[in-house]
T-cell receptor, first 110, second 116 residues
Framework: RKEVEQDPGPFNVPEGATVAFNCTYS??????FFWYRQDCRKEPKLLMSVYSSGNEDGRFTAQLNRASQYISLLIRDSKLSDSATYLC???????????FGQGTTLQVKP | DTGVSQNPRHKITKRGQNVTFRCDPISEHNRLYWYRQTLGQGPEFLTYFQNEAQLEKSRLLSDRFSAERPKGSFSTLEIQRTEQGDSAMYLCASSFQRTGNTGELFFGEGSRLTVL
């Protein structure tokens, strides 16, 4: 079993739609959680960290469920510019080793 | 530009040859990571350093791969006796690690390896 698992998609949604991505992780000792965004042929960049109480940044909301070892990302009012691959990232146990999921591809259509 | 710098950006080599990639991290960052990424997959962890100490190396990495970070500054990743399966994008990232939380990773643009 992979340490971080995501549905690769693709998710094809119209502009303005709300879309949610999920991610599960296997190591219950993990402490740090992130969502990264990767545009085609570019390097990954941090979208947002994920905190225990959940957190929001504009149209983006991240949630963490430690009991179920599950992380989510919600994007409201999707824009064409949101089209990208979204990578779930978790540290391996209580270490600095950061493990990336396969990524979920989002395509927002006009 | 004071971001993470990787060289060369592209490398084409014949099977069996050795290749070396270099990464210059953001200067005040104490952690440096190497990842490998193939099409349709997320970055796969290879190894990471805190200052000059290599803290962990992936079990997936064969003995043909070695990484160094002398003096805790730039790092090199060497692949010996390359195989076609080594063809991938090799990504370097750096972060500033404070006690406790893991810092944000800043990635370089990657070094693309093609093994013929």
């Amino acid at each position: 079993r992979k340490e971080v698992e995501q549905d690769p998609g693709p998710f094809n949604v119209p502009e303005g739609a709300t879309v949610a991505f999920n991610c599960t992780y296997s190591n219950s000792a993990s402490q740090s959680f992130f969502w990264y965004r990767q545009d085609c042929r570019k390097e990954p960049k941090l979208l947002m960290s994920v905190y225990s109480s959940g957190n929001e940044d504009g149209r983006f909301t991240a949630q963490l469920n430690r009991a179920s070892q599950y992380i989510s990302l919600l994007i409201r009012d999707s824009k064409l510019s949101d089209s990208a691959t979204y990578l779930c990232v978790v540290n391996s146990g209580n270490t600095g080793k950061l493990i990336f999921g396969q990524g979920t591809t989002l395509q927002v259509k006009p | 530009d004071t971001g993470v710098s990787q060289n060369p950006r592209h490398k084409i080599t014949k099977r069996g040859q050795n290749v070396t990639f270099r990464c210059d991290p953001i200067s005040e960052h104490n952690r440096l990571y190497w990842y490998r990424q193939t099409l349709g997959q997320g970055p796969e962890f290879l190894t990471y350093f805190q200052n000059e100490a290599q803290l962990e190396k992936s079990r997936l990495l064969s003995d043909r791969f070695s990484a160094e970070r002398p003096k805790g500054s730039f790092s090199t990743l060497e692949i010996q006796r390359t195989e076609q399966g080594d063809s991938a994008m090799y990504l370097c990232a750096s972060s500033f690690q404070r006690t406790g939380n893991t810092g944000e990773l800043f990635f370089g643009e990657g070094s693309r390896l093609t093994v013929l």
